[in-house]
């Protein structure tokens, strides 16, 4: 285990990324962690305590809709107080010298938006939109999040525009997202347990169509025998090392 600053960047990455014009990051929890977002799983994961999969369900939410609501305040907040952090800033600079970069998110927390990336697919939404059970109606900045589950005027419960586990992914979005997996050149996967499906199947879409595939983690994951680069450390020391090596060998 590493901790970014004594890594060493392999030189054959750089010389792929000199080549390379289509770049993707795969994302998931840990790229958030060094903002204060805590993971779902991990060493460091914080809803250890909670199984997301015994929240983050259309059952749950029907049997107890203000404990599940209660989760989502809770998480609302800290992701409101949040900053971007030096992992999401380097993938947005990295915009400014290749050609394509393309980001594809597990995440809901839009902290890649705020970063200034600008192609994002975000595959399990965005927890600061919400929406009627009943009509579908979006309902944001109206809710009053301190007083219960709000209702819809049809009077259906609101909940966040995020997938649950036994939900389909937004159609857009995960199309979006394997079509950027299967022309990238460099697809780097950044703090991702790697085992929540169909997301974490681009990897091996990526890898069936010659994408380099390049893991950035605080430790092993399920993928880590799949890639052809590993490194294991904080996406916030590691990105901007490879970006800062990459400048370095690149003449402007
Ligand atoms: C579906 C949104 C079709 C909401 C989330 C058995 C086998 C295979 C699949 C299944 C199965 N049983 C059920 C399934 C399907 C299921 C699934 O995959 N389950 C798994 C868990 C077994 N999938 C689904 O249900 C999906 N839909 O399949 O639809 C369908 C439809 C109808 C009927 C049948 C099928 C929908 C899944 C969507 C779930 N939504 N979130 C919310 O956020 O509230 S899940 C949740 O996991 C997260 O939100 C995230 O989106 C996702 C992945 O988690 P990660 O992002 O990877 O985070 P994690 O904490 O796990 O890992 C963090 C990593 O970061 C760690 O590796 C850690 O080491 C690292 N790290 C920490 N700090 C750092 C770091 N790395 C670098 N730097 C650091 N500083
Ligand atoms: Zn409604």
Known sequence: MGDGTNIKIDESLIDSLKESESIVFFTGAGISSESGIPTFRGREGLW????????????????????????????????????????????????????????????????????????IFELHGNIERNFCINCKKFHNEE???????????????????????????????????????????????VGTSAVVYPAAGLVYTAKASGATIIEINIEETEISSSVNYSYFGKAGEILPRIFEDYKLRTDF
Not at 79 to 92: E, F, R, W, Y
Request: charged residues 25%; negative net charge; aromatic residues 12%.
């Open 48 to 119: 250890n305590k909670f199984k997301p999969e015994e929240l983050a369900n259309f059952d749950a939410f029907m049997r107890n809709p203000e404990l599940v609501w209660e989760w989502y305040n809770y998480r609302r907040k800290i992701v409101h107080d949040a900053q971007p952090n030096p992992a999401h800033l380097t993938i947005a600079e990295m915009q400014n010298h290749f050609k394509d970069v393309t980001v594809v998110t597990q995440n809901v927390d839009n902290l890649h938006r705020r970063a200034g990336s600008k192609k």
């Open 143 to 189: 809710l009053d999040f301190s007083v219960g589950v709000p209702k819809c005027e049809c009077g259906g419960l609101i909940r966040p525009d995020v997938v649950w586990f036994g939900e389909y992914l937004p159609e857009d979005q995960f199309l979006g997202g394997e079509k950027a997996a299967i022309n990238s050149d460099i697809f780097f996967v």
